[in-house]
């Protein structure tokens, strides 16, 4: 079963906007806490935003105020909302539990040009 499966990642130019989906296995959303991670070139993957079963938010100092995490249990299907993006945003965006399981989706690359 593929684990995720991201989507809604592109170019954009600073201060711009994207709002990305990430359908998530039942493994995975099963988990108390699911999560958007990104990983720049050369970096490690870090947690950007999370989300807990009870609606508990936390954001990456990096991105808070500009990014809104949400979840659609129905649709077993996670958001983000990102705005005011910032070329230090540019990133490969994955979704998995917190922590994460050892599989991961393909992710969806966000570019923000200058």
């Known amino acids: 079963q593929v684990p995720a499966v991201e989507s809604g990642g592109g170019p954009v130019q600073t201060g711009g906007s994207l709002r990305l989906s990430c359908t998530v296995s039942e493994s995975i959303f099963g988990g108390y806490v699911i999560g958007w991670y990104r990983q720049a070139s050369g970096n490690a993957r870090e947690l950007a935003a999370s989300?807990?079963?009870?609606?508990?938010?936390n954001y990456a100092d990096a991105v808070e105020g500009r990014f809104t995490i949400s979840r659609d249990s129905a649709k077993h299907t996670l958001y983000l909302e990102m705005n005011s993006l910032k070329p230090e945003d540019t990133a490969i965006y994955y979704c998995?539990?917190?922590?994460?399981?050892?599989?991961w989706g393909q992710g969806t690359q966000v570019t923000v040009s200058s």
């Open positions: 989300i807990s079963r009870s609606g508990i938010i």
């Open positions: 998995n539990s917190f922590p994460p399981t050892g599989d």
